[in-house]
């Protein structure tokens, strides 16, 4: 009879048996990720309902489903009997639509601007307000109206304006912060801080030169940020900026991907930073100019939108964009109502209401970033 010592080593050249209990497999952050077509539904019901309540609530509160009526009988007439008073289609399509759907597209596309100027200056502190690029912007802007120019039209001269201060204070900017060809975050902020000080104080001095007491209310109130002046014949124009600039950067997205890992990895992988750069700095600068001279100065929501995104798709700028747009135009649809209703009846700008946002949480990524450079993160 074998001994149990002799059947021992017949035993360890046998086959592994497999555990019947195996440890579980641990999930990547990627993997426990919400799924992205689910993020882009949830975003576009977010933004539905955000208009519908935009559109219902107000000095007069109509119900959702009045809205929705009225909506639909003006898309397609005679499928509903017009059983609400005139005056609720007054309301929802001459008063408050114009408002939602101009507040729908400046979210999306400061979000949108904000996305891309943090891959292009590869600066998670990068905004349209704090790079001083919406003060240039309004700067531009105020000029034409206190000059009373009318060169390209009584509208559209204050776009061209706009447009020409917002490249010239982002070359500025990108100037004064740069130092042996190396850009850090304390002196891209402090650079933009600067600038937009001194711009905000040239056109204080324009606004205070003003004759026109009346003229000088409105562009106050308007510099503040405000779309309480939208109509329907001044949406074509931003909308049509807005969504050919959305598709430019969506066209653009690799390349954006390439830019926010480094330049040195970029230029290997066959892009021509500087020319890239240079067409994305004057994209981003018409949008954010168009954007002003139809609202005025709304800060932080370029700062605020594309960090939150990132945290549910990731940091690819084909994903990051698209969802960025639809938060960046539901969270200015909301702003919009806060601002016309908390005080009611007096109206608070928008960019108040975004600046009690954007602080904090600017503050918040100061210090994450402060941290990282530390390397404590």
Do not use: K
Not at 74 to 81: E, H, L, M, N, S
Not at 239 to 258: C, D, K
Not at 268 to 279: A, E, I, N, P
């Amino acid at each position: 009879m074998r001994s149990a010592d002799n059947a021992a080593p017949a035993e360890t050249t046998s086959s592994p048996q497999p555990d019947r209990h195996p440890a579980p497999e641990r999930v990547s952050p990627r993997e426990r990720r919400v799924p992205y077509p689910l993020v882009l539904a949830l975003l576009g019901a977010a933004l539905a309902a955000a208009v519908v309540i935009g559109l219902a609530v107000g000095s007069v509160s109509l119900l959702p489903s009045d809205v929705a009526a009225v909506l639909v009988s003006r898309v397609f007439p005679g499928w509903i009997d017009p059983g609400w008073p005139t005056a609720y289609e007054t309301i929802v399509l001459d008063v408050r639509l114009p408002r939602v759907l101009l507040a729908g597209v400046v979210g999306a596309g400061l979000s949108a601007v904000g996305t891309a100027l943090q891959a292009l200056v590869r600066n998670p502190l990068a905004d349209p307000y704090l790079l001083g690029i919406s003060s240039g912007a309004s700067l531009g802007a105020v000029a034409v109206l206190v000059s009373g120019a009318t060169l390209f039209g009584a509208f559209a001269t204050p776009m061209v304006g706009a447009f020409a201060g917002s490249v010239a204070t982002l070359i500025a900017v990108h100037a004064l912060a740069g130092s042996g060809g190396r850009i850090t975050t304390t002196r891209l902020v402090l650079a933009g801080v600067a600038v937009s000080y001194v711009l905000s104080a040239l056109a204080d001095l324009l606004l205070s030169t003003a004759a026109d007491p009346h003229l000088l209310s409105s562009i106050r109130f308007w510099t503040l940020g405000s779309v309480a002046g939208a109509e329907w014949e001044t949406l074509p124009v931003p909308v049509t900026v807005v969504l050919a600039g959305l598709a430019g950067l969506l066209w653009q997205a690799r390349s954006l991907n390439l830019l926010f890992a480094g330049e040195e990895a970029a230029g290997t992988l066959g892009l021509d930073v500087s020319r890239f750069r240079t067409g994305m700095f004057v994209l981003v600068s018409l949008m954010t100019g168009v954007m002003v001279a139809v609202s005025g100065s709304i800060g932080f929501v370029g700062l605020m939108v594309p960090h939150a995104v990132r945290m549910l798709v990731g940091a690819d700028h084909r994903r990051v964009l698209p969802a960025a747009a639809l938060l960046g135009a539901t969270f200015l649809v909301l702003a919009d109502l806060a601002a016309r209703t908390v005080a009611a009846p007096q109206e608070v700008q928008i960019g108040v209401l975004t600046a009690l946002c954007g602080g904090p949480f600017f503050v918040w990524l100061l210090r994450r970033q402060a941290h990282r450079e530390r390397g404590d993160r």
